[in-house]
């Protein structure tokens, strides 16, 4: 899908969140406007998997290991048809499988996540399961910054570079905000490039919010090389709505119902 066609599935998906968190009175707005666009790329250009391939063994894994983020997994994932999007009225009910993290009983979600710092290393097994059986399918994971704190990523990293898992990229979600802070006054974790370059990944830097920028990131990775991938996507925490962007109380607050129509006005605009 070219790039201008990504950007208006993004803003779709904008609206989807912001509706399904609205509705249901939970949720983590921030944390999921700011993947909007990695995730609308992905799905609507890069992945191979669609509604008819969730069980093909050769499709593409991608996990959302920053877990928090899931409306922005749930409302893409009913965007590209593979979960009805009747569904996102039910979120965070009990005759929902919807939950705030996700989990592998709802279509096109590959494991549990939320306990952050694993869907790196999980990403790793399946990228390197692929390669040993000598299959094309690939390997994508979408983490936060400050989810990069957490070791077990490093650790993962190492055995990407170790085993020269070509097919695996990891997207940092390079918004700078965790819970309820800047990532510089809690644990910094720059420099990134440096740390991946240094880890023997092939790195690139990137507007996370253009379409076109990431699309042509994507399509010039070498997925048979020797050197996983790593993309630093640079974001704004609560893109799209004026007064969530970079605030860091709206990683976990719920819109009022004055907030959303004010939202709603600002994504039709």
Known sequence: MEPDLIKMKSKEIRKLILSTIVKAKGGHAGASLSEVDI??????????????????????????????????????????????????????????????????????????????????????????????????????????????????????????????????????DNNQLQLIDFISHTMEIEPLFDKFVSFGFDVHVVDGHSPQDLCRVFDNLDYEGDKPHAIIARTIKGKGISFMENVPEWHHRIPTEVEGEAAFRELEA
């Not at 400050?146 to 990229?169: D, I, P, Q, R, V």
Request: proline residues 3%.
């Open 39 to 172: 995730l609308a790329t992905l799905y609507f250009h890069v992945l191979r998997i669609s509604a008819e391939t969730l069980q093909d063994p050769l499709r593409d894994r991608f996990i959302l290991s920053k877990g928090h983020g899931s409306e922005g997994l749930y409302c893409t994932l009913a965007a590209k048809g593979i979960l009805p999007k009747s569904e996102l009225d039910r979120y965070l009910t009990h005759a929902c499988d919807l939950s705030i993290h996700p989990t592998n009983h709802v279509p096109g979600v590959e494991i549990c996540t939320g306990a952050l710092g694993h869907g790196f290393s999980i990403a790793v097994g399946i990228a390197l399961s692929a390669k040993k059986k000598n299959q094309s399918y690939r390997a994508f994971v979408l983490t936060g910054d400050g989810e990069l704190e957490e070791g077990s990523n490093w650790e993962a990293a190492m055995s990407a570079a170790h085993f020269k898992l070509g097919n695996l990229t990891v997207i940092v």
